[in-house]
């Protein structure tokens, strides 16, 4: 059969763009330049800055050099930063951080929502550095070099950048890198590891990801390193829910309020040690829980705010969509002897046919994920509680759904920044809305 030739379509050639002004950043954090190209998001880049970039794609720049620097402009003090992806504003002062992602909920719900706060409180933060108490690491074995390389991705890569240490996880975390490291390379089959979890709550855990059981060779090796280390070890392998490498281990635990909660490894936890307690008691404050009141909890997880609204007397339904952590929470409140109805429901289907649904609520609370709570919210607005506490880390979500409250009744009356991910450019928010008499 006859072939053809085609010669390969011309890739666009990459222009230099010199002594462009940075107009403001986006919400990702990224410089806005309005080039003679167009406009182009560059990393790296701060608003009122001169730079010179290279375009690449449709809409991206390629940051290769500052003709004038910003006033807030600071040297990042991760020696990883130019490469890992896990920090992408370490180069902006942490209090233009906060500033900016104040501004960032401000413009989403003024443009998705029409929604204007009646109050703003100053931001919530705690330490920028050495905060977060859970590193989801990657991991690659080479083959051919026998070699395993445990770090953190790259921006918007699949390139594994190794790490010695990481300046946002604690401590406990990072000591543990090169003894981890050498440890997870000895095993009979490292090419099994998908990736690591490290946690320090009441004690440092480590969970592994893996394609596979291990062998009891492997075992052996572990319950050496996790002896010598004093850390406990759990497996998640394949499929199956993850379990302790040994038997004894109990779960670990968390502090929330004046409560201990237990929690499974692989569980969402919050990664701010400090501002998870400080989070905690401000929407308490703001829901103001009243001993009698009926209120209604979604997406609870294993309690972070179940328990300590159910310290107050008030009658707690808390929904979540994951059964085992419905099983931990109703466990912990047996423990505690306290009110709470914990019930496994998926929040995005109607709710018709939930028997907790039915009843009548005071107030609502909810903390979605990233994707926040586009049906519950309907279901919330058409049961009128008087008022919700929404608890967000994705302001463009959280805008969608306050149209809905909005359309539903509802002012914003209070709104504030937590800075749960300093040196990110991710962000933590909470809002009151309460209902028009």
Avoid at 67 to 87: F, H, L, S
Wanted: contains cysteine; aromatic residues 6%; positive net charge.
């Amino acid at each position: 059969m006859a072939q053809i030739y085609r010669p390969s379509a011309k890739r666009p050639q990459q222009q230099v763009l010199r002594n462009q002004p940075v107009k403001a950043l986006n919400h990702q954090g990224q410089g806005i330049v309005a080039s003679a190209q167009g406009v182009r998001f560059v990393s790296g880049a701060l608003a009122g800055e001169l730079i010179d970039f290279r375009s690449e794609g449709k809409h991206q720049g390629k940051l290769l050099n500052i003709q004038q620097a910003a006033a807030d402009r600071v040297i990042p003090a991760c020696k990883y930063y130019d490469a890992c992806g896990g920090c992408d504003l370490q180069h902006l002062a942490l209090e233009q951080q906060r500033e900016h992602k104040q501004q960032v909920v401000v413009e989403l719900m003024a443009k998705f929502a029409d929604v204007t706060a009646q109050s703003w409180l100053p931001p919530l933060g705690a330490d920028a550095w050495r905060y977060r108490r859970r590193l989801r690491l990657a991991c690659h074995w080479d083959r051919k070099r026998q070699r395993l390389t445990l770090g953190l991705r790259a921006a918007q890569s699949k390139q594994i950048v190794a790490i010695e240490d990481c300046l946002v996880a604690q401590e406990q975390i990072t000591a543990l890198l090169a003894s981890l490291r050498a440890t997870l390379a000895k095993l009979q089959s490292p090419e099994q590891l998908g990736h690591v979890e490290l946690i320090h709550v009441d004690r440092t855990i480590v969970l592994l990801r893996l394609t596979a059981s291990v062998s009891a060779a492997d075992k052996a090796l572990l319950e050496k390193f996790a002896e010598r280390q004093h850390v406990d070890i759990w497996l998640h392998c394949a499929e199956q829910p993850p379990q302790p490498l040994l038997p004894q281990q109990q779960l670990p635990r968390y502090q929330s309020s004046q409560l201990m909660l237990e929690f499974q490894p692989g569980d969402f936890l919050q990664a701010h040690v400090n501002l998870s307690l400080t989070m905690v008691e401000q929407a308490l404050t703001w829901l103001d829980p009243q001993a009698g009141e009926s209120i209604l909890e979604l997406y609870a997880g294993s309690g972070n705010f179940t328990l300590p609204i159910a310290l107050t007397g008030a009658q707690v339904t808390a929904i979540e969509g994951v059964p085992s952590m419905v099983e931990r929470l109703r466990a912990t409140a047996q423990q505690q002897k306290l009110r709470v109805t914990a019930v496994h429901a998926d929040l995005e289907q109607n709710w018709r046919h939930y028997p907790w649904a039915q009843q009548r609520f005071d107030k609502v609370l909810l903390d979605p994920a990233r994707a926040g709570a586009p049906h519950a919210i309907t279901e919330i607005a058409q049961r009128q509680p008087r008022r919700v506490i929404y608890v967000s880390c994705a302001p463009d979500t959280l805008a969608r759904d306050a149209k809905q409250l909005r359309a539903a009744g509802y002012q914003l009356k209070q709104a504030q920044i937590i800075d749960m991910f300093p040196q990110t450019h991710h962000i933590e928010c909470l809002t009151w809305f309460e209902r028009e008499a």
